[in-house]
């Protein structure tokens, strides 16, 4: 595996300052640390905790990197069609700043809303650091292991948070049954997913040691493990439509290549194909075996937001008022309050202030 994630000469020449180095490192430690990082404070929500330790990790990495930019004199900054769009996307939600009924709120908020022109230009720098610090193979290495480890370290601590309750962790302001260290258990299911397609991907693309396939397979179990015991459907879906994906390239390679040797009766991918089956089944079944562990383990999924139709409602009353920029950054609550189905009022959420709708994208595109 090493083999496969060396560096050219001329990557090491370009990217080997002791200020780089440092950067990526900062950079991969705090990617590595942020998902199971906390603060043992009452009074600080784990959403703030998160977002501020992001932050520092991001603005830490961009010192070194300017730092680093004084020290050799070159600025490389790559061409990519990626950064532009995002570089755009910022402006825009900045134009929307400008216009915002509520400024403050749509600049920075209560400092750890992931809707803010704040956070997108958090999410924007972190975006330029990985393009202009992570082009070698061998950093991209380091940062892929380090996303893993990080998943494997969190499963363990929510193993030990199941087992032994929240007394594991002290004044940590975290109940073990309506959430993760990471958040909310959707989102511990999203970074399962995550982890999971990657150890899939690696399995299925490349040709490893057998510790190292050992170590693919035990954190495609743990998040398999993770899957079933939180069912979230939507990335059950993801998984399967990425391992169908996985699985229909794989066949088509390998049909090729053991034809041409005279084979080709091998030519099937199992792994992809069992996680496909498994994750279709999941989506059919998956309440039939996640209820019975979810009362076993006394975990409470709690994930209430606005459906479709409201959600589209309230984009079609925005664009009626602000048709070019929205409501503004991170005031999604604000629409909801003047435009909500009626029907609401009549529900157990007709108080509920709902500061995104039913996803990221369709809140943004109310807001921006």
Known sequence: MTNLFKQTSEAAKQENTTFDIIASCVLIGGIFLLPFFFLPVLTLPLSFVKIAFLTFSVFAAVLLWVLGRFKDGIVRIPLSGILASLALVFGVTLLGVFFSPSPQASLSGDAYEIGTAASFFIFFLLAFLGAVLFESRARLFYLYL??????????????????????????????????????????????????????LITLEHLTLEKKTRIFFYGILCLAFLTLAVVNFTLVWGLVGAFAFITAAHRFSFRFFEKKNAGNGNRAIPFLSVAVLILSVFFIFAGDFLQNPIADALQIRQIDVRPAWVSTFEVLKGTWKEHFLLGSGPNLFVKEWLAFKNDAVNNSLFWDTDFRFGIGLVPTFAVTT
């Open 146 to 199: 380090a996303i893993l480890l990080s998943f494997a370290v969190l499963f363990a601590l929510e193993a030990v948070r199941v087992v032994w309750g929240d007394s594991f962790f002290p004044y940590s302001g975290l109940e073990s049954g309506a959430g993760s260290l990471l958040g909310k258990w959707n989102d511990l299911a999203l970074y399962a997913g995550f982890a999971g397609l990657l150890s």
